[in-house]
């Protein structure tokens, strides 16, 4: 299954104040069948939203920074953080424990492209 991986800006006062714009954020939006799944966590909880595709523009955050993705095979992780970045991590099968900030991920993202 394809997945795309968004990153943007947080409504988060603290995640503002300690990261680039474009990389405050992550969700993924997948899409099973006939639907769109938006997968968004956030710092108390994970949001999730069911949609058809001509309104998906209605029910996302902003984004900045968009990668499409195969969803790979989720191992068994280590402990983590409970951040967007593990969540998305988690959903998209990498297991590496060392990329912990949105701007991380993005790099390992596109690293396979450029």
């Known amino acids: 299954m394809k997945a795309i991986v968004c990153f943007g800006p ?9 990261f680039k714009e474009d990389f405050q954020h992550c969700f993924v939006v997948l899409y ?15 949001n999730i939203t069911v949609c058809k595709q001509e309104v998906l523009h209605t029910k996302m955050r902003p984004i900045r920074y968009a ?4 969803i790979g ?22 297991n590496k424990w060392w990329i912990i900030t949105p701007q991380q991920l993005f790099k390992e993202l596109v690293r396979g492209y450029f």
């Open 10 to 18: 947080s409504k988060n006062k603290l995640l503002q104040s300690i």
């Open 32 to 46: 099973p069948q006939d639907c769109v799944v938006i997968v968004d966590p956030t710092v108390d909880n994970i």
């Open 67 to 70: 990668v499409e993705v195969d």
């Open 73 to 94: 095979e989720a191992e068994q992780g280590i402990l983590g953080l409970h951040s967007c970045v593990s969540h998305v991590k988690r959903i998209i099968g990498i």
